[in-house]
């Protein structure tokens, strides 16, 4: 089993709706991540939490919002779909050794391909 | 987050090639990550760099960290059909704020013919 899974796969909506993006993880890691990745622009960050209690602006938060009901899920919410949402969008994960200097691995899911009419 | 210059944009080349592609920041970085996108997946780390001058090698990949941190290279030696794909260069965010969330480059598509 994947140990970062994305619901759905793939979604079709239309310009207003309320949309939600699930990810869930069984890594154990504390840091999670949602990204939006467009063709030619590569990924970037939306939203990121540390852990449950800590929720923090990405590069380009505006028009989405987040939860992190638990350790193992993070959401993401289009309040509002617009069409240049239409987008990849991934989560990650990251565990945390305790040391600022130092970089851990990120862990991507299979992604969710959003598409707003 | 700052901006790091991916090149090339894509490449076509046959089976047996090397690749090469590169990645420049007009800000330092401490660390050095190239992803690799598979069709319809996630991107999946292929080697981290955490050194100055460091040259690493993964199979048939090899990174190395430039010298001035501010580039990082990426080969591909013999390359094969399944090599097709997106690869990312990729750095740390520098600020602990930022949870150390990932700046990436805008990717080089590479497609290998039989």
């Known amino acids: 089993d994947a140990d970062v899974t994305q619901t759905p796969r793939n979604r079709i909506t239309k310009t207003g709706k309320r949309i939600m993006l699930e990810c869930s993880q069984t890594k154990g890691h504390d840091r999670m991540y949602w990204y939006r990745q467009d063709p030619g622009l590569g990924l970037r960050l939306i939203y990121y939490s540390f852990d449950v209690k800590d929720i923090n602006k990405g590069e380009i938060s505006d028009g989405y919002s987040v939860s992190r009901q638990a350790q193992a899920k993070f959401s993401l919410s289009l309040e509002s779909a617009i069409p240049n949402q239409t987008a990849l969008y991934f989560c990650?994960?990251?565990?945390?050794?305790?040391?600022?200097?130092?970089?851990?691995?990120?862990?991507f899911g299979p992604g969710t391909r959003l598409t707003v009419l | 987050g700052q901006q790091l210059n991916q090149s090339p944009q894509s490449m076509f080349i046959q089976e047996g090639e090397d690749v090469s592609m590169n990645c420049t920041s007009s800000?330092?970085?401490?660390?050095w990550l190239w992803y690799k996108q598979d069709p319809g997946e996630g991107p999946v780390l292929l080697i981290a760099?955490?050194?100055?001058?460091e040259l690493t090698s993964n199979g048939r990949l090899t990174a190395q960290f430039g010298i001035t941190r501010k580039d990082s290279f990426l080969n591909i030696s013999a390359s094969i059909p399944s090599d097709v794909g997106i690869y990312f260069c990729?750095?740390?965010?520098?600020?602990?704020?930022?949870?150390?969330?990932?700046?990436f480059g805008k990717g080089t598509s590479l497609l290998v013919t039989p």
């Open positions: 800000s330092i970085f401490n660390t």
């Open positions: 990729a750095g740390p965010s520098p600020s602990f704020l930022s949870g150390y969330a990932l700046n």
């Open positions: 760099l955490y050194k100055a001058g």
């Open positions: 990650a994960t990251s565990d945390f050794t305790g040391e600022l200097s130092s970089y851990n691995e990120q862990f």
